[in-house]
């Protein structure tokens, strides 16, 4: 049976690790990875958290982004398409793909990506932890289960799981709260936006997946 794979990784050569570092106040959160036959790899990411400005500027310096282009703009946040740099990035997704893994989330920030992704069995990830440990990037296993039948309720990204951790941990919830969004943002290492978007979101997507759910099956 698969299972799926919670796990940061680390290396100078990992898309946007440079832009990451230099921005360390942003989050980009994938929303799309595309690879085609003959063409440079696409990412498609969400941005939030940080000075734009200073994010397109150490895009423009990043060697592991051929070009870069804002394809929807929020206001507090914006989608941007991203060409890789074939010759600057480490082989990462075509390890995922003679693995036969499917990614199925990822978010980057302070030059630490957090990615999820289903692998066919155990075996194949103690390969793709020997690939890590070959190409010199820091690998720690977060977590790991089998998919479930009910593997489609509560999905979460990685960010909006770590601030409902957070908060709780830190008694954001409780009446009266022990916590403040000040207190989360310097927990987490983002700005207050930051954790109060992850925040709402999430709990949008647990109302939709509890309430709004047994609602419908009702």
């Known amino acids: 049976m698969s299972v799926i794979a919670e796990f940061t990784i680390r290396a100078p050569g990992l898309v946007l690790t440079p832009t990451l570092e230099a921005v360390p106040e942003m989050t980009v959160e994938l929303e799309q ?3 085609a036959t003959g063409y440079s790899p696409l990412f498609i990411v969400w941005a939030t958290g940080g000075d734009f400005e200073a994010f397109a500027d150490a895009l423009r310096r990043d060697a592991t982004i051929a070009s ?3 394809i929807e703009d ?12 074939r010759e600057n ?5 075509p390890a995922y793909q003679k693995l036969g893994a499917v990614p199925m989330a990822g978010h980057g920030t302070a030059g630490v990506w957090r990615r999820r992704i289903r ?8 390969e793709f932890q ?11 296993l977060k977590r790991l289960y089998m998919p479930s039948d009910d593997e489609g309720v509560f ?3 990685e960010a909006q799981r770590e601030a409902l951790v957070a908060a709780h941990e ?9 916590a403040t969004l000040d207190d989360l943002s310097s927990k987490l290492g983002v700005s207050k936006q930051s954790v109060s978007e992850r925040l709402r979101r999430a709990q949008s997507r647990l109302v939709g997946d509890t309430v709004l759910r047994d609602d419908v099956e009702g």
């Open 130 to 140: 020997q690939f890590c440990e070959h190409e010199g990037v820091e690998f720690s």
């Open 68 to 70: 870069h282009a804002v």
């Open 33 to 35: 990875q595309l690879v």
């Open 74 to 85: 929020l206001d507090t946040r914006k989608l941007y398409r991203l060409q890789l740099d």
């Open 155 to 157: 999905q979460l990204t």
């Open 89 to 93: 990035i480490l082989p990462v997704y």
């Open 170 to 178: 830190a008694g954001y919830f409780e009446v009266p709260r022990d």
């Open 119 to 126: 692998l066919s069995d155990r075996t194949a990830l103690v």
